[in-house]
């Protein structure tokens, strides 16, 4: 790390948005461009251009309405323009004085009265135009754009920027691809006379070669890490006649579906070898991702090594650990073998029992949420981590649960889960490095949910709906809107639903349950839920993972247009669970303006057109881009900043064909590459 206190205010921004070596300069790429290298018209512009004008002053005065305001006249001959300052100094009042001649840049309004400007940059007419389109850089408040160019221009004036492709491997691309240098140079500083569409679009060839640098690189770097774990060993664990895992399937209570066998012969496979396994198990909301890691757990712990399961939630972690120890405990009690908990909120005595039971080893399974990782925990022999919901988690996270595997000298195997499938572009791409198993299927006698959108204006209909499936003996969830800026306004929102609610529903008993509650009382509500004594259950988004509660027929989500696709899709798969017909319903409401948004129209309406997580999956995609949907991975791992998975297809399966050649026969290269895009960013990609 420099020494960061001897930098100046521009040196320290550069810093923080990673600008620190000449390469990172050289690709920083500018957002858009200006056009200063000519003089347009007024009569040519176009409502919205940001345009350079050079025109005559025919008036000058300080206005004060509707605020106090310099208020400049030009004419360019074609058409006049006012200018307005509602900041300036006497001395730029001077340089704007009737008659002179000035050139103006800024963005045009029209509207009734003719051109305006707001705070043009203004200069005398006259003088040299530029040779080149001007950049505009990503930047901060701190960083003025000036000096940013300028020291984007020296990188790349002193960056190594010789070509890591080797030699031939852009013939597929043809004639798309420019060299690296070739390429930064055009993009820093385009000809005038280039057409900017193909700039704005990235489908000029020197964003293309950019692009398939960047795919290159990504792809590079999570092979190598494969490959880095392939070196590494782990315990070989494999299931036992009558041993655990047959027993746990002789007592479950139901079979298993044919995708759960399926993906539990390939965890077993994984398990099975010496090498760490890295798989994500991916299956839809009830699709029973549980029971097949418990099984899982059950073949390490059958072959002597200890398994953890963590969970991103208490409620979440503790029905995994009802379940795994209604499952297990009779399975363990005559071996010796215990299950440990681990959460935050545990009281302290609680928490050294169980950290001794963890460290001793007599605890043979650990479930737990982030308090699994946490540096006090030791275990004996950690052969298996299973990570819930993985995309909750954040990178820093995973890498310490990794760390805290290596302690032991062996690898963990590492499953992950997760019922947001990933789409296709995204697993090719930001997940190259995971074997992904997939539930295609779901348990039988599922009834498909019925999904309804309902405006808020018609809460009584939804009211009486709730009293009817109360009356059959069902129970039903209503979630509370997510409210970004302030936890506090989710709760007066959830409070107030739960009055409503109770108040509607005389003698019925209605719950709240939301984020802020002390972990105890969260669980006494959870478990008046869970037991069916509780018809009603109002919460913020809390119960938006893993709960399982089969007799829940009914989910209102309020504000439904504030939630993600994903989230909506997770919420809604909270019911349907058992056998009795569900229904979800999305309660929106229309606004100020009248009408939903683009995007939270789009999501409602594949909400209620289907029920496939993979569609949602794909369509959230759509709607949201990579970034959002990448959710926690992304506070660590570069996202990509210029290729896009969704035009960019092409690019994308051309690096991955030629990234184990470019490892295999190109080693040098590969890793020059690498540190060049990835500076010291790679570790994360690991995780
Ligand atoms: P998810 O994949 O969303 O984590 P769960 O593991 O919570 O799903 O399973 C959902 C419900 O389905 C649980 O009640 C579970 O016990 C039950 N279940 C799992 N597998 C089967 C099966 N093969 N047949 C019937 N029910 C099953
Ligand atoms: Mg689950």
Same mark, same amino acid.
């Given at each position: 790390?420099?020494?960061?206190?001897?930098?100046?205010?521009?040196?320290?921004?550069?810093?923080?948005?990673?600008?620190?070596?000449?390469?990172?300069?050289?690709?920083?790429?500018?957002?858009?461009?200006?056009?200063?290298?000519?003089?347009?018209?007024?009569?040519?512009?176009?409502?919205?251009?940001?345009?350079?004008?050079?025109?005559?002053?025919?008036?000058?005065?300080?206005?004060?309405?509707?605020?106090?305001?310099?208020?400049?006249?030009?004419?360019?001959?074609?058409?006049?323009?006012?200018?307005?300052?509602?900041?300036?100094?006497?001395?730029?009042?001077?340089?704007?004085?009737?008659?002179?001649?000035?050139?103006?840049?800024?963005?045009?309004?029209?509207?009734?009265?003719?051109?305006?400007?707001?705070?043009?940059?203004?200069?005398?007419?006259?003088?040299?135009?530029?040779?080149?389109?001007?950049?505009?850089?990503?930047?901060?408040?701190?960083?003025?754009?000036?000096?940013?160019?300028?020291?984007?221009?020296?990188?790349?004036?002193?960056?190594?920027?010789?070509?890591?492709?080797?030699?031939?491997?852009?013939?597929?691309?043809?004639?798309?691809?420019?060299?690296?240098?070739?390429?930064?140079?055009?993009?820093?500083?385009?000809?005038?006379?280039?057409?900017?569409?193909?700039?704005?679009?990235?489908?000029?060839?020197?964003?293309?070669?950019?692009?398939?640098?960047?795919?290159?690189? *990504?792809? +590079?770097?999570? !092979?190598?890490? $494969?490959?880095?774990? #392939?070196?590494? %060993?782990?315990?070989?664990?494999? @299931? =036992?006649?009558?041993?655990?895992?047959? *027993?746990? +399937?002789?007592? !479950?209570?139901? $079979?298993?579906?044919? #995708?759960?066998? %399926?993906?539990?012969?390939?965890? @077993? =496979?994984?398990?099975?070898?010496?090498?760490?396994?890295?798989?994500? !198990?991916?299956?839809?909301?009830?699709?029973?991702?549980?029971?097949?890691?418990?099984?899982? @757990?059950?073949?390490?712990?059958?072959?002597?090594?200890?398994?953890?399961?963590?969970?991103?939630?208490?409620?979440?972690?503790?029905?995994?650990?009802?379940?795994?120890?209604?499952?297990?405990?009779?399975?363990?009690?005559?071996?010796?073998?215990?299950?440990?908990?681990?959460?935050?909120?545990?009281?302290?005595?609680?928490?050294?029992?169980?950290?001794?039971?963890?460290?001793?080893?007599?605890?043979?399974?650990?479930?737990?949420?982030?308090?699994?990782?946490?540096?006090?925990?030791?275990?004996?022999?950690?052969?298996?981590?299973?990570?819930?919901?993985?995309?909750?988690?954040?990178?820093?996270?995973?890498?310490?649960?990794?760390?805290?595997?290596?302690?032991?000298?062996?690898?963990?195997?590492?499953?992950?889960?997760?019922?947001?499938?990933?789409?296709?572009?995204?697993?090719?791409?930001?997940?190259?490095?995971?074997?992904?198993?997939?539930?295609?299927?779901?348990?039988?006698?599922?009834?498909?949910?019925?999904?309804?959108?309902?405006?808020?204006?018609?809460?009584?209909?939804?009211?009486?709906?709730?009293?009817?499936?109360?009356?059959?003996?069902?129970?039903?969830?209503?979630?509370?809107?997510?409210?970004?800026?302030?936890?506090?306004?989710?709760?007066?929102?959830?409070?107030?639903?739960?009055?409503?609610?109770?108040?509607?529903?005389?003698?019925?008993?209605?719950?709240?349950?939301?984020?802020?509650?002390?972990?105890?009382?969260?669980?006494?509500?959870?478990?008046?839920?869970?037991?069916?004594?509780?018809?009603?259950?109002?919460?913020?988004?809390?119960?938006?993972?893993?709960?399982?509660?089969?007799?829940?027929?009914?989910?209102?989500?309020?504000?439904?247009?504030?939630?993600?696709?994903?989230?909506?899709?997770?919420?809604?798969?909270?019911?349907?669970?058992?056998?009795?017909?569900?229904?979800?319903?999305?309660?929106?409401?229309?606004?100020?303006?009248?009408?939903?948004?683009?995007?939270?129209?789009?999501?409602?309406?594949?909400?209620?057109?289907?029920?496939?997580?993979?569609?949602?999956?794909?369509?959230?995609?759509?709607?949201?881009?990579?970034?959002?949907?990448?959710?926690?991975?992304?506070?660590?791992?570069?996202?990509?900043?210029?290729?896009?998975?969704?035009?960019?297809?092409?690019?994308?399966?051309?690096?991955?064909?030629?990234?184990?050649?470019?490892?295999?026969?190109?080693?040098?290269?590969?890793?020059?590459?690498?540190?060049?895009?990835?500076?010291?960013?790679?570790?994360?990609?690991?995780?």
């Amino acid at each position: 790390m420099p020494d960061t206190k001897a930098l100046s205010e521009p040196q320290k921004a550069m810093i923080r948005l990673g600008l620190a070596r000449d390469i990172d300069l050289a690709l920083h790429l500018p957002l858009r461009y200006e056009d200063e290298t000519r003089i347009v018209k007024l009569r040519d512009a176009r409502e919205g251009d940001v345009a350079q004008i050079e025109a005559t002053v025919t008036a000058c005065e300080i206005a004060y309405r509707p605020r106090r305001q310099l208020l400049v006249t030009v004419d360019d001959g074609s058409d006049t323009c006012v200018l307005r300052f509602f900041s300036f100094y006497p001395s730029q009042q001077k340089a704007l004085a009737v008659g002179t001649r000035v050139r103006l840049r800024g963005e045009l309004k029209g509207g009734f009265l003719g051109w305006q400007m707001i705070h043009p940059s203004f200069k005398p007419a006259g003088g040299e135009l530029a040779a080149a389109l001007t950049p505009v850089y990503p930047t901060s408040a701190t960083l003025p754009q000036a000096y940013l160019r300028k020291a984007v221009l020296g990188g790349l004036g002193r960056a190594d920027l010789s070509d890591t492709f080797p030699p031939g491997v852009t013939e597929a691309l043809r004639p798309l691809v420019w060299a690296l240098r070739e390429a930064l140079a055009f993009l820093h500083q385009p000809a005038p006379d280039v057409a900017m569409a193909t700039l704005e679009d990235r489908s000029h060839p020197a964003w293309q070669r950019l692009k398939a640098e960047e795919l290159l690189a *990504q792809q +590079l770097s999570q !092979l190598l890490s $494969k490959r880095e774990r #392939a070196d590494l %060993r782990s315990p070989a664990l494999r @299931a =036992r006649p009558q041993g655990l895992h047959e *027993q746990l +399937l002789a007592a !479950l209570p139901f $079979k298993l579906t044919a #995708a759960q066998r %399926r993906v539990g012969e390939e965890i @077993a =496979r994984d398990l099975a070898r010496n090498i760490p396994m890295h798989r994500l !198990l991916q299956g839809d909301v009830g699709s029973g991702k549980t029971v097949v890691a418990a099984l899982a @757990a059950a073949i390490a712990i059958d072959a002597g090594w200890q398994g953890a399961l963590m969970a991103p939630t208490e409620i979440l972690a503790e029905q995994h650990f009802r379940k795994l120890i209604g499952w297990l405990e009779p399975l363990f009690a005559p071996r010796g073998l215990r299950v440990a908990w681990l959460t935050g909120s545990q009281k302290k005595k609680e928490r050294t029992e169980m950290l001794a039971l963890v460290a001793s080893g007599e605890a043979a399974l650990v479930v737990g949420t982030h308090a699994v990782i946490q540096e006090q925990v030791q275990f004996k022999n950690l052969g298996l981590a299973i990570i819930d919901e993985q995309h909750r988690f954040g990178v820093a996270q995973r890498l310490a649960l990794r760390a805290k595997m290596k302690e032991a000298g062996q690898e963990p195997h590492l499953l992950m889960m997760s019922a947001t499938p990933i789409p296709r572009t995204l697993a090719m791409s930001y997940y190259a490095d995971l074997d992904v198993s997939t539930i295609d299927e779901l348990p039988p006698g599922r009834t498909p949910v019925v999904t309804k959108l309902i405006a808020d204006s018609r809460r009584d209909e939804v009211t009486e709906r709730i009293r009817a499936q109360i009356a059959q003996g069902r129970q039903v969830y209503w979630v509370c809107p997510l409210i970004e800026e302030s936890e506090a306004l989710d709760l007066t929102n959830a409070t107030a639903t739960h009055e409503a609610l109770s108040a509607a529903l005389p003698g019925v008993m209605v719950g709240l349950l939301h984020s802020r509650m002390p972990a105890p009382e969260k669980k006494a509500v959870m478990s008046l839920f869970t037991g069916g004594q509780m018809s009603v259950l109002v919460s913020t988004t809390v119960i938006e993972v893993g709960v399982d509660v089969p007799n829940a027929s009914l989910m209102v989500i309020e504000h439904a247009e504030r939630f993600g696709l994903s989230q909506l899709h997770q919420l809604r798969g909270r019911v349907g669970r058992g056998a009795a017909a569900s229904a979800c319903i999305l309660l929106y409401s229309a606004g100020d303006a009248g009408r939903l948004g683009e995007t939270a129209r789009a999501r409602l309406k594949a909400m209620a057109e289907t029920a496939d997580g993979f569609e949602i999956a794909r369509r959230d995609l759509e709607i949201r881009g990579p970034g959002e949907f990448l959710g926690a991975r992304q506070s660590g791992a570069p996202l990509l900043r210029f290729a896009d998975l969704a035009v960019d297809t092409h690019l994308l399966e051309w690096a991955r064909e030629l990234a184990p050649m470019m490892l295999d026969r190109h080693a040098q290269l590969a890793e020059k590459h690498i540190a060049r895009w990835l500076g010291g960013k790679s570790e994360y990609l690991k995780a």
